[in-house]
């Protein structure tokens, strides 16, 4: 282990070193560069031989140059970085000489440029534009120079996710790839994550997301990093947007808090490092996490763990929703690539919603006979008013049980399942393929105002395309994470 002093002075640093540090304020410290470490022996202004460290320990800090309290952290790290081995981060400018010092934009600047006024100072990888970077990124040269990174506090897989439950604790981001999973519990009733970090001089701007847990993979359910920027000046200056919070509607399932670094800034997210507090708490009945237990493996022969929806189908047979197709020699197949019947689609849902079934003595619709599989799940289907089939113009209706069921359709299902809400105007529904007046524009709407689908990422949402069983199975799952009604 090693140490580094940083000596807050005026006078002495000045009169030691007028040429480096003037009494101005453009000098905000003087430090020997790559001395944290150096063990060995160099030799002194009389030429006799003295223990290297000792003789070119001490960071200085001009206290003349500090015009608030919040910049004593930033010079410090900065003359600090200069004994763990860190050179300027400068800035190459079009027509001009490089900058050595480069102050930063927006609310972020480099530690070892001069990034004062700004409420992100950060160690930096030198990607932001116009980086000179003539030494690589801040971290590993930190490490190579007798300052590693803290131990993590918790890991960022289900097995390895720290037990914390509905409390409040300190964590730490430690490394631009930490990411900390923390083992929150069961919950019934609201949900309510936030992530914090320091109020002072923080270098530390999280992204939190919400996880369950269905078949061994972590589901996420709701992520927010806001957008960051800051208030205020001089000793008052804070960091905006930094710190995460959202509420969601628990179902008793078993929820995992993520927080990490946010990825956005001009640096990428890099130097987003240090301490936050996670407060998690459970408005309703909760329990505290139990040691993971991960399945012995996957129900389905075509639904790998590696499988995009494994966790959702797992979820979707585990609640007795959709049990599969028999392969005959004791294992199952889920199918998830094939399209949703009309007739499957019945089944799902009425099974989704526990409802109590019943055979009619007469079949409601023309081509459901009274010996078809499903017709007590069709039957209850209509009955609810999800879905009245088609007119077949002599006052008799038809379901079409074989056709496949559309993603149109779909949202029109969820959404009288839901009991038709009215759908808040939201900034969400931009699909440029379902126009204002789309029939199931409101369903549409209401489907990604409640993320059950947001469509693809290139702006649609494809409305006349076949829903397939593996998304059923996601649409499903949200729907019963988002604590939706059922009839
Ligand atoms: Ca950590
Ligand atoms: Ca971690
Ligand atoms: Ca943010």
């Known amino acids: 282990m090693y140490g580094a002093r940083a000596i807050i002075t005026s006078p002495q640093v000045q009169a030691d070193f007028p040429s480096n540090c003037p009494i101005t304020s453009t000098c905000g410290g003087l430090a020997y560069v790559g001395v944290l470490d150096a063990f060995g022996s160099t030799r002194d202004a009389n030429g006799n031989a003295v223990a290297a460290h000792p003789y070119y320990e001490g960071a200085f800090i001009n206290a003349a140059g500090i015009t608030n309290?919040?910049?004593?952290?930033?010079?410090?790290?900065?003359?600090?970085?200069?004994?763990?081995?860190?050179?300027?981060?400068?800035?190459?400018?079009?027509?001009?000489?490089?900058?050595?010092?480069?102050?930063?934009?927006?609310?972020?600047?480099?530690?070892?440029?001069?990034?004062?006024?700004?409420?992100?100072?950060?160690?930096?990888?030198?990607?932001?534009?116009?980086a000179n970077n003539d030494n690589g990124p801040d971290l590993p040269i930190l490490a190579n120079n007798g300052i590693a990174s803290r131990a993590d506090d918790t890991g960022q897989t289900l097995g390895t996710a720290v037990p914390t439950g509905w409390t409040t604790r300190a964590g730490s981001i430690t490394a631009p790839t930490d990411q900390d999973l923390w083992s929150l519990g069961r919950c019934t009733g609201t949900v309510t994550i936030t992530a914090t970090p320091s109020t002072y001089s923080t270098n530390l701007d999280v992204s939190l997301t919400l996880y369950t847990e269905a078949g061994g993979t972590p589901i996420p359910l709701a992520s927010v990093d806001p957008a960051s920027g800051q208030s205020g000046s001089g000793s008052s200056l804070r960091a905006t947007g930094v710190s995460a919070t959202f509420t969601q509607p628990g179902r008793g399932a078993t929820y995992y808090a993520l927080v990490r670094g946010s990825a956005s800034g001009p640096d990428g997210g890099y130097g987003n490092l240090g301490p936050y507090t996670l407060n998690a708490s459970c408005a309703g009945a909760s329990l505290p996490p139990a040691t993971f237990v991960p399945p012995a493996g996957p129900s389905f022969t075509d639904v790998p763990t590696s499988s995009t929806f494994h966790g959702q189908i797992e979820w979707l047979s585990a609640q007795g929703v959709s049990t599969g197709y028999d392969n005959g020699n004791g294992t199952k197949r889920f199918e998830p690539s094939a399209a949703v019947l009309r007739e499957q689609m019945a089944a799902f849902l009425a099974r989704y919603a526990d409802a109590s079934l019943s055979v009619p003595e007469t079949s409601p619709f023309t081509d459901v006979a009274s010996s078809h599989v499903f017709l007590s799940h069709i039957a209850w289907l209509a009955g609810t008013g999800v879905s009245t089939g088609y007119a077949n113009g002599d006052g008799t209706f038809s379901f079409r049980p074989g056709q496949p069921v559309?993603?149109?359709?779909?949202?029109?299902?969820?959404?009288?399942?839901?009991?038709?809400?009215?759908?808040?105007?939201?900034?969400?529904?931009?699909?440029?393929?379902?126009?204002?007046?789309?029939?199931?524009?409101?369903?549409?709407?209401?489907?990604?105002?409640?993320?059950?689908?947001?469509?693809?990422?290139?702006?649609?949402?494809?409305?006349?395309?076949?829903?397939?069983?593996?998304?059923?199975?996601?649409?499903?799952?949200?729907?019963?994470?988002?604590?939706l009604p059922v009839p």
Do not use: K
Request: hydrophobic share 35%; proline share 8%; aromatic share 12%.
């Open 406 to 483: 559309l993603r149109e359709q779909m949202a029109a299902f969820l959404y009288r399942l839901a009991g038709s809400p009215s759908v808040p105007p939201s900034s969400a529904c931009s699909f440029t393929d379902v126009p204002s007046n789309h029939v199931f524009r409101t369903a549409i709407c209401w489907l990604a105002a409640n993320n059950i689908s947001t469509g693809y990422a290139d702006g649609t949402f494809r409305p006349g395309q076949p829903v397939l069983r593996e998304q059923m199975a996601a649409f499903l799952f949200r729907y019963d994470a988002a604590g």
């Open 69 to 130: 309290p919040l910049e004593v952290t930033t010079i410090v790290s900065h003359e600090v970085g200069h004994n763990a081995g860190l050179n300027h981060a400068g800035l190459i400018r079009p027509n001009q000489p490089t900058l050595d010092y480069y102050s930063g934009t927006g609310n972020w600047g480099p530690i070892m440029g001069t990034p004062y006024n700004r409420a992100l100072s950060q160690w930096t990888q030198h990607s932001y534009s116009g």
